[in-house]
C-alpha cells in the first residue's frame, strides 16, 4: 500500500491557502515568527542583490572598479567583518524576540500534549500542573489569553507546530519542553506533526478551537460537570456501548463514567463532539466513523488500531451512533 | 496471372478488414452516456464533495490520491457499473437517491445516509457517472 503524502481536510486547511498559514499570524506568538521571517527574507534579498551587483562588476566593470573589488580591504570588510557582525546582531535580536515565546508569567491557562503515533493526548491542567480534564487531538483555548503548553512524547519525536497561533517546538521522549500559544480572534485553527514520526507522520494533524472568554469558561464547566444524558439512549446506542466493550475497543480506549479505561488510544469521552477524526484528517460524520472504526488501515496506514473488518453493517452503525453519542 | 489475383484478393480482404473495423469503431462506444439527463450538475464540484463529505474514508476513487478507504467498494471504474451495490440499476435518478439515502433503498447497509443538498447529490451523481477507465 502507498503511504499517504497529503490530504485535504481540516489539516490541509491549516497548511495551505493564500496567504499561506505561517505569514499569517492570529496571535502574538505567531507574530514573532511571522516577524522575524519577513525580517531574514528582506536581508536575504538586499545580500543578493549585493552578490549580483559585485558579480557584474567583476564581470563586466571597468579595470579600475574590478580593482578596487579585488582588493584587500574588500575582502576583509565584506569577506568576514560585515557578515560577522550581521550575524551577531541577527543572532543577538532574534534570541530576545524569541525568549518571550517560551517564558512563562503565571497568568497563562496550562495545558499538557503528549505526542502519540499518530494522535495526541491532550489534557487541561490546574495551576499546580495537575490534570483536570483529558481529551485529545483538540484543543480548546480562550481568546487572547497566553497559554503554555508541555509538550512530551510518549514513544518517538513529534512536532507541535499551528502556524497561525505559534511557534514549533518539538516533543521529545523524556524531556518537558513548553511552548505558548495565543489567538487574537475566535476560530478555528489548525495543526500538524512538524516532525517525521512514521510512515502517517502527515497524517497527524489536530484543531485549536478558539472560543470567547465567556464561551470557553462555559465550555470548560460543561466539561467538568458532566450532566446524565437529558434525551432516552436509544437502542442502537445502547448496543453500541455494549459491543464498545464485547468487541474490545476498550482495552485501548476511555470514555469517562464507563467501565472503558483504555489509556493507550485517544480518549473518546468527547469523540462526538470532536469537528475531526482520525487526528484532523476527515470531517466528523456517520460515514466516516463507519469508514474507520471498520478498516482505519486503509485511511491512516500503520496507525496502532487495527482494522475490524469482521463488524457487521448493523455492528459498525451501532457502534458509531455510539461515537456520535458521546458529546 | 496467379499473381495478379492473389494481390487483388488480398486487397480486397484487407480492404473489407478496414470497413469493419470502422464500424466496430462507430458501433462499439461503450454503455450510452448518462450523464447529459443531470442537466447543469458539475462533476468536479462532485469531485470536491467526496473528499469534504468523507466519502473517501471507505471508498477509492481515481483521482484522489488519499485517503483511499478500504471498507466500502472501490469505485475506480463506477460509470461502467451496470448496478448500484450488486442490486439497484445504475442510473442518475436512483443514484442520486442512493448516495443521499443509502439505508432507505439498500437495508442493512453499512452506508449512512448522508447530508447534501439537491445540488450537491446531483454533482456528486455527475462525478461517480463519470469514472470510467481510461
Known sequence: ?327 | MLACTSRTWVLARASRTLVLACASLVACDGPPDRTPMLGDASAANGRRLVADKGCVACHTFPDVKWPRGGLGPSLQDFGRQGLIAGRLPNQPGVLMQFVRNAPALVPGTAMPAMLMTDQEARDVTAYLLSLKPR
Not at chain 1, 37 to 65: K, N, P, R
Not at chain 1, 254 to 261: D, L, M
Not at chain 1, 271 to 298: E, F, K, M, Y
Not at chain 1, 303 to 323: G, I
Open chain 1, 1 to 327: 500500500m502507498s503511504q499517504p503524502t497529503s490530504s485535504r481536510s481540516s489539516l490541509a486547511e491549516a497548511l495551505s491557502g493564500w496567504p499561506p498559514p505561517v505569514l499569517d499570524p492570529h496571535g502574538p506568538f505567531s507574530n514573532t515568527v511571522t516577524t522575524l521571517a519577513w525580517v531574514l527574507i528582506a536581508l536575504v534579498t538586499l545580500i543578493f542583490v549585493l552578490v549580483c551587483a559585485a558579480l557584474w562588476v567583476a564581470l563586466y566593470g571597468s579595470d579600475e572598479l574590478r580593482a578596487k573589488l579585488g582588493g584587500e580591504s574588500v575582502v576583509k570588510w565584506f569577506g568576514l567583518i560585515v557578515p560577522a557582525g550581521v550575524l551577531f546582531l541577527l543572532l543577538a535580536w532574534g534570541t530576545t524576540m524569541v525568549a518571550g515565546m517560551t517564558a512563562i508569567k503565571g497568568d497563562e491557562l496550562r495545558m499538557r500534549v503528549s505526542g502519540n503515533i499518530y494522535w495526541w493526548r491532550v489534557s487541561y491542567l490546574d495551576a499546580g500542573g495537575k490534570e483536570i480534564h483529558a481529551d485529545a487531538n483538540e484543543l480548546h483555548i480562550p481568546v487572547g489569553r497566553p497559554v503554555v503548553v508541555d509538550m512530551v512524547s510518549e514513544d518517538v519525536i513529534h512536532s507541535f507546530w499551528v502556524p497561525k497561533l505559534g511557534g514549533k517546538m518539538d516533543m521529545i521522549p523524556g524531556r518537558t519542553n513548553r511552548l505558548k500559544l495565543q489567538a487574537d480572534k475566535a476560530g478555528v485553527y489548525g495543526g500538524q506533526c512538524a516532525e517525521f514520526c512514521g510512515g502517517a507522520h502527515s497524517l497527524m494533524g489536530f484543531v485549536v478551537v478558539a472560543h470567547e472568554p465567556a464561551d470557553w469558561q462555559r465550555w470548560l464547566d460543561t466539561r467538568l460537570t458532566p450532566t446524565p444524558a437529558a434525551a432516552p439512549i436509544g437502542a442502537e446506542v445502547l448496543r453500541g456501548s455494549q459491543l464498545f466493550t464485547e468487541v474490545g475497543c476498550a482495552a485501548c480506549h476511555r470514555v469517562a463514567g464507563t467501565t472503558a479505561q483504555g489509556l493507550s488510544g485517544p480518549d473518546l469521552t468527547h469523540v462526538g463532539s470532536r469537528r475531526s477524526l482520525g487526528a484532523g484528517i476527515l470531517p466528523n460524520t456517520r460515514g466516516t466513523l463507519i469508514g474507520w472504526i471498520g478498516d482505519s488501515q486503509s485511511i491512516k496506514p500503520s496507525n496502532r488500531m487495527p482494522a475490524y473488518r469482521s463488524l457487521q453493517a448493523a455492528e459498525l452503525n451501532a457502534l458509531a451512533a455510539y461515537m456520535e453519542s458521546l458529546k
